[in-house]
Each structure stands twice: as structure tokens, then as C-alpha cells.
């Protein structure tokens, strides 16, 4: 061979290889892009979803998510009739994630919640345990689990018949939960509403109402801390 088709053949490998780096990194490009891309659209679905559970429990369930979660015959038969109608826009199946996606966005950080599809987030609702919950959102957010991965890490955390599982909380631990909950409900309402960049005067109206509640519940909790269990000044 001579040196002329050495330097040839050289020259057709270097630009052989050029274009195989210059493919890889359109590739690269081109996933990181759509990644993003499906990022954002989840984003924008749970939190659409989100918006749809709040407004389904104001305007069905009173804004109370004992109502909500609770087993009580008929209490969505409002919610079934919206669906059975001809023209309903979603399923009872779609409107019940919706209430799912709510709730979760009230027990789990909003960076988090967002970052999750509606899918994930109607498979963490089956983890009784609230901190659980979203300590295993966090995670599935963070190794990026697929609805797959986190159907098996939810296995056996389902919610818990009466009488089973573990030990009931305190009243000073289930009050504290409580105004928790209350604090965490007016914050995802207000993200929420920042979010769509719609606010109503009746909106605020209830804010300030629940922040109210909230107020008055943590001052009841610092009351009962106060308040000795035995006042006998003979007791040490």
C-alpha cells in the first residue's frame, strides 16, 4: 500500500470517528432535551391535577379531607353522578386520582410533588404512613424509580384495617398532626394559586379563614404544654 492511500485510509477513519462523536452528542443533546421537556410536562399535569382535587374537595367534600378519605357509604355520590354524565370530561377513576394528587400535594414538599407524574403520585397514595409517604416521594423523585420500581416499594404499606399495624398516636401527637396538616393545606393552596396566577377575593377569603384555624389550634397545642399534668406543688 502505498503512502498516499495510507493517509487516505487515515484520513477516512478520523472523519469516520468524528462523525460518530458528532452523532453521539446529538444524541445526548437530543435526550437530555426531551427529558426536560417530560419533566416539564409532568410538572404541569400534577400540578393541573393538583388544582382539579381542590377545587373537587371544596366544592363535594366541604374542604374536609376527612370526608375525603373516609369509608362512609355515599359520600361521593355528588362525585359519581358528575361522572356518569354523558359529557363528563373524566372518568369517576381520573377524579379520584385528582383527590389523590390534592392530598398528596398537602403531605408532600411541592418540589417534590411536581417533579412527579400523576401516575407515582396515585401509587404513593397507598402508603398509610404520611412521612413515609413522602420520604419514599423524595426518593422516587431523587433515583428517578419508574411506576414499576415504586409499586414495589409501596407493597405492604397499604393502609391499615382497624385494630392492626401500629400503636395509635397520642392526643398531643395527633393534634400536633393536625394543625401540621392545616399549616401544610393553606401553603399548597397558595402554591397552587401562584402557580395558575389566579386569585379570587373568596379564595383569599378562605386562606386567611384557615390560617385563622391554624393560629388558633398552635395556640391551643402551646396551651396544653403549658398546663402541668399534675399541679400538686408537692410533686418534684
Not at 462523525?19 to 400534577?46: F, R, V, Y
Not at 361522572?83 to 390534592?102: C, G, I, K, N
Not at 398531643?172 to 399548597?188: S, Y
Request: charged fraction near 30%; aromatic fraction near 6%; include cysteine.
Amino acid at each position: 500500500m502505498t503512502s498516499s492511500s495510507k493517509d487516505l485510509e487515515q484520513k477516512n477513519k478520523q472523519e469516520k470517528n468524528t462523525d460518530l462523536q458528532s452523532e453521539s452528542q446529538t444524541l445526548d443533546e437530543a435526550h437530555a432535551w426531551l427529558t426536560a421537556k417530560k419533566q416539564a410536562i409532568n410538572a404541569q399535569l400534577a400540578l393541573h391535577a393538583a388544582q382539579i382535587g381542590e377545587y373537587l374537595i371544596e366544592t363535594f367534600y366541604e374542604g374536609r379531607e376527612d370526608l375525603v378519605v373516609s369509608h362512609a357509604a355515599g359520600k361521593d355520590v355528588s362525585l359519581r353522578k358528575l361522572a356518569a354524565r354523558e359529557d363528563s370530561p373524566f372518568s369517576l377513576s381520573a377524579l379520584r386520582t385528582f383527590l389523590q394528587v390534592a392530598l398528596n400535594f398537602r403531605r408532600i414538599p411541592n418540589r417534590v410533588a411536581k417533579a412527579l407524574p400523576v401516575s407515582h403520585h396515585a401509587i404513593l397514595y397507598r402508603v398509610a404512613d404520611e412521612d413515609e409517604r413522602a420520604r419514599m416521594a423524595e426518593k422516587a423523585t431523587d433515583e428517578k424509580a419508574t411506576a414499576n420500581t415504586l409499586r414495589q416499594w409501596v407493597r405492604g404499606k397499604g393502609r391499615r384495617k382497624t385494630g392492626g399495624g401500629r400503636r395509635p398516636d397520642c392526643d398531643m401527637t395527633r393534634d400536633f398532626k393536625d394543625a401540621m396538616h392545616c399549616l401544610r393545606n393553606a401553603e399548597q393552596k397558595l402554591f397552587l394559586w401562584q402557580a395558575d396566577g389566579q386569585q379570587s377575593d373568596e379564595e383569599m377569603s378562605q386562606a386567611m379563614e384557615q390560617a385563622k384555624r391554624m393560629r388558633d389550634e398552635l395556640n391551643r397545642l402551646l396551651a396544653s404544654f403549658e398546663t402541668p399534668n399534675d399541679p400538686s406543688p408537692d410533686k418534684p
